[in-house]
């Protein structure tokens, strides 16, 4: 009974659980996504020079990122007794500020430098100049990539949902359903074996090497799924991946 009490008490004391952490760097600033598997409903708290804690939210893990390049040095993402504690490791001025995304599911925390830039000659504005346009560039190109990847994910889940008329270099070994819109399916495409969940939202789960037992039946197909550590996180993806990807970094 009271290990009863303490989990119902820890359920209303952490109000989400840390699915995952991305970081995205740009020009004199830093990103991070965190996405969790429910609404953020909690607070950002400064505990000390460059630490702050996301409170209500819960995680096991330790993610540490290192910077060769730029005003950063590390950041190290760990848990806390109220939440999640961002440790940064810098020897510049920064700034923060934090923002949701429109569903609540994802919280940005962005790190800026704060440090004035000088420019002293021509030849400098000339440089900026030169990288701004690069990373108008990278820009650019960065959003093809995304689109041509749409596409594609498009096309194998239309192709997946009429099997009959598929590629003979795309071949589809095994599938279950996980509910009438998702199913997982196991399909070989240039001589590699890649699980995906495929409906409401297209994840790849996992890749395989070419070499492994091809399963025969539901029960094989099942030991192999519990292979994968992101099976478990299956209806968590269902219900937030079309969300999230909707994050635009910008807010």
Do not use: C
């Not at 990278?138 to 749409?150: D, Q």
């Not at 409906?199 to 070419?210: E, I, K, Q, R």
């Amino acid at each position: 009974m009271k290990k009863f009490i303490i989990l119902i008490f820890s359920v209303f004391l952490f109000g989400a659980n840390l699915i995952n952490v991305n970081f995205f760097e740009g020009k004199n600033k830093l990103d991070i996504l965190f996405s969790l598997d429910d609404a953020f409903k909690g607070k950002v708290k400064q505990v000390g020079i460059n630490q702050y804690v996301l409170t209500n939210v819960k995680t096991d893990k330790v993610i540490q990122k290192e910077f060769k390049k730029g005003f950063l040095n590390s950041v190290i993402i760990s848990p806390e007794k109220d939440g999640v504690k961002i440790d940064i490791s810098t020897d510049k001025k920064i700034k923060t500020s934090v923002a949701l995304t429109p569903d609540g599911y994802g919280v940005r925390f962005r790190i800026v430098n704060s440090a004035p830039v000088k420019v002293n000659d021509i030849q400098k504005l000339q440089t900026a100049n030169e990288t701004k346009s690069l990373d108008m560039f990278s820009y650019i190109v960065g959003i093809t990539v995304l689109f041509i990847l749409a596409v594609v994910l498009w096309f194998v889940k239309k192709k997946t949902a009429h099997l009959p008329t598929l590629r003979e270099n795309m071949k589809v070994l095994a599938q279950k359903p996980i509910d009438p819109k998702n199913k997982v399916v196991l399909f070989e495409y240039q001589e590699r074996k890649y699980l995906m969940l495929i409906g409401n939202t297209n994840v790849l789960l996992d890749v395989f090497a070419d070499d492994i037992p091809v399963p025969k039946n539901e029960v094989q197909f099942d030991e192999m799924l519990k292979l994968s550590k992101k099976y478990d996180n299956i209806e968590k993806y269902i219900q937030n991946a079309e969300k999230l990807k909707e994050f635009d970094e910008r807010i």
